[in-house]
């Protein structure tokens, strides 16, 4: 069966401090996706990135950064230099590769990020 | 990408009566899916809706309660039947587009 812990309910920082929201995973596939979402208050998902099993390169864009180990089954993500638009619920998510083709997605329990001026 | 729309953006429900939440994406997809997404909690997938056959139901939701049409690769509909204050959720329609999953706006029901 597929499982993804976010184990950190709640992080609250201030802004400009460094922040990691932890993802740990669960999956007998030997190739599937894992993906961030980012959920606003305003409700709608955003997605952020989406990594392939077969890729463990960490990957950075902007301020966000990810970083991807295949042997603790982990996924997490670093947001540098937080700011209060930052502030948001985080989805970790798990995809079965099917075809080539991302699938129905497993979700974790989501963090919620408070960034306090 | 994929730009999804879903009516209606929001309801309030008596309880015992039905609603239909329709889903459209702007170019054709194989796959769609429907989550629910109960206050404050993380997203649960309802189904997988299949074109031209009967959705695929995850454990714990069945056909009866959440009767889903599929007609063709750019719609669907899921239909929240006999509805109590429990299903108050936000529903959203969510679409693979091959390489990455696309959610729409959401539905928030609101059941008294």
Redesign the interface.
């Given at each position: 069966a597929q499982k993804v812990t976010q184990a950190q309910t709640e992080i609250s920082v201030v802004e400009k401090e460094d922040v990691t929201l932890d993802c740990v995973y669960e999956t007998r596939d030997t190739t599937y996706y894992l993906?961030w979402?980012k959920q606003p208050p305003s409700?709608?998902?955003v997605?952020l990135i989406?990594r392939n099993s077969f890729d463990e390169q960490n990957e950075i864009s902007g301020r966000y950064s990810w970083n991807f180990q295949k042997s603790t089954s982990s996924f997490n993500f670093t947001i540098t230099a937080s700011q209060v638009v930052d502030s948001a619920v985080y989805?970790c998510?798990l995809?079965r590769r099917i075809s080539?083709?991302?699938?129905?997605?497993?979700?974790?329990?989501?963090t919620t990020l408070q960034v306090k001026p | 990408s994929a730009v999804i729309s879903q009516k209606p953006s929001r309801d309030i429900c008596q309880r015992g009566t039905s609603l239909t939440i329709q889903c459209q994406v702007d170019s054709q997809v194989t796959m769609m899916f429907w989550y629910r997404q109960q206050p404050g909690q993380s997203l649960t997938l309802i189904a997988t809706a299949n074109q031209g056959s009967e959705a695929t139901y995850e454990s714990g939701f069945v056909i009866d309660k959440f009767p889903i049409s599929r007609p063709n690769l750019t719609f669907s509909t899921l239909t929240v039947s006999n509805m109590s204050p429990e299903d108050s959720s936000i529903y959203l329609c969510s679409v693979s587009t091959g390489t990455v999953n696309f959610f729409g706006p959401g539905t928030r029901l609101t059941v008294l």
């Open positions: 993906f979402y409700g709608e998902l997605f989406r989805f998510a995809s080539g083709n991302t699938g129905k997605l497993i979700f974790g329990q989501g | -």
